[in-house]
């Protein structure tokens, strides 16, 4: 490629505009801008990549063509799961969400983003009626990091730099929990019961101490079980002057008990499963709930936005304590937000009013119904044990394969030969399993659906 090729897509790669840019600015050329780079962390010649298309019909084709080897969960029959799940959206969620005054607006104010504080305001309210709680924050980037950060509220509050974490936590939140948590506080693991997945009583008393800011478990946890001594463990934690910190899942909420009605002091999570769509790394939203203490309020380092009157008869919608944000605070921040998740909110907030209490607990219904159903029919197939851990589970359940001979990988292949996504494989991140899967059955997925799986299993484990 020579020297003076010009780049379709780089601006100002014309040598004579280069030429005329470097004069204005009184540079002799343009690695004069690199030389502060050290010789040995600079690139020698090109990068190895492939000659650039010189057109936009050639770009777009050669795309097209990458992106049509992908299958999706609306091609193929779909029990994934682990976090990220194929709930029906309704069609008012993208139609809202896709309205310019939402998708646009970005870091705005209420003079040119006109609704969007007002439909933050809803989504907190609607979402504090879920969770029983009387705050919760405009969506952070995903419940990952809104894990991390009712940690890191935990830490500020108690003043104590170490956080006991169930070893069932999602292996994913647990490395973001980690990073988040690095280098101020220490993450110490607590065991869980071999049969039934729930924490263990005695490590967790023996771990408990005056350096313990949390106690923090996922209910219904990664792996399906539904914890069943939420009271026990924030009793404990209690007990020591620590906190308890539940990571929840809001599709659950409308048939299991909100964690603060357990003695979570703050509820974390994630709201995907509110009218979201499963993406490839985006449509997530992390939340966070608490009691109206002004200790809780003060240690949120994201939005909240309240309601009040105004000089003119009117009801106003703004941030609420603004000074204990990164926005004010800027470098004497106690944490920083950036681009938050508001769209989702926004878009959680319609499913949320469309379905009122009574879908909710329509959709928990479902979720455990199927669940229960596929427990069976899965069960009847030879070598398959299931569940793999726990009593009671709401929509996902850990299937283990041992008795037939197979890996979740060769299960897996077999069944995306016959248009099945399978389940999610645990052999790594949980050995203890063996090779196991975790199944996800949401409301979409039918009793045909749970049917064809079995049978489709059935005939993978016999070739």
Not at 183 to 200: C, R, S, Y
Request: with cysteine; proline share 5%.
């Amino acid at each position: 490629m020579s020297e003076k090729f010009v780049h379709p897509y780089i601006p100002n790669s014309v040598p004579e505009v280069q030429a005329q840019m470097l004069k204005s600015i009184g540079a002799r050329d343009i690695e004069e801008f690199f030389r502060c780079i050290p010789e040995n962390l600079r690139v020698k010649g090109l990068l190895d990549l492939p000659k650039p298309f010189l057109s936009e019909a050639a770009l777009r084709r050669h795309v097209e063509g990458i992106l049509s080897k992908n299958r999706t969960s609306g091609e193929l029959l779909c029990f994934l799961g682990g976090g990220c799940w194929n709930h029906y959206v309704p069609a008012v969620c993208d139609e809202i969400n896709g309205r310019s005054e939402f998708l646009t607006a970005y870091a705005g104010e209420p003079y040119e983003d006109h609704g969007r504080f007002q439909a933050l305001f809803e989504y907190e309210s609607l979402m504090a009626e879920l969770l029983d709680v009387d705050v919760v924050n405009v969506p952070t980037y995903d419940g990952s990091q809104a894990a991390g950060t009712a940690l890191r509220m935990a830490g500020r509050i108690t003043k104590r730099d170490e956080v006991l974490v169930a070893d069932t936590t999602s292996p994913d939140r647990l490395s973001a929990i980690r990073g988040y948590l690095t280098p101020d506080m220490k993450v110490t693991l607590v065991a869980h019961e071999a049969g039934t997945g729930l924490l263990e009583a005695a490590d967790l008393a023996s771990k408990l101490s005056e350096k313990t800011a949390a106690v923090y478990f996922e209910n219904p946890s990664y792996l399906g079980f539904i914890e069943t001594r939420g009271r026990e463990i924030s009793e404990a934690a209690h007990a020591k002057g620590a906190l308890c910190v539940v990571y929840a899942d809001p599709s659950s909420l409308g048939v299991l008990t909100p964690p603060s009605n357990y003695g979570a002091d703050l509820t974390c999570g994630d709201i995907q499963p509110l009218g979201i769509h499963m993406f490839m790394g985006g449509g997530r939203g992390g939340f966070i709930g608490a009691p109206d203490d002004v200790k809780f309020i003060e240690e949120y380092p994201s939005r909240l936005f309240g309601i009040a009157p105004t000089t003119h008869r009117e009801w106003g919608f703004g941030d609420v304590a603004w000074e204990r944000t990164s926005f004010a605070k800027r470098e004497n921040a106690k944490e920083f937000v950036g681009t938050a998740a508001a769209l989702w909110g926004i878009t959680a907030a319609v499913y949320l009013a469309l379905m009122g209490p009574r879908g909710m607990k329509e959709l928990g219904e479902a979720c455990m119904g199927r669940t229960a159903y596929a427990i069976r029919k899965l069960g009847e197939i030879p070598g398959v044990r299931v569940p793999a851990i726990g009593r009671s589970f709401f929509k996902e359940v850990p299937v283990n394969f041992d008795g037939t001979g197979k890996t979740v990988k060769e299960i897996n292949q077999a069944l995306l030969e016959k248009g099945i996504f399978g389940g999610h494989d645990l052999s790594g991140a949980f050995p203890e399993l063996g090779q196991a899967a975790l199944y996800a059955f949401t409301e979409v997925v039918t009793q045909e659906d749970i049917d064809a799986l079995a049978e489709a299993l059935a005939e993978v484990i016999q070739r």
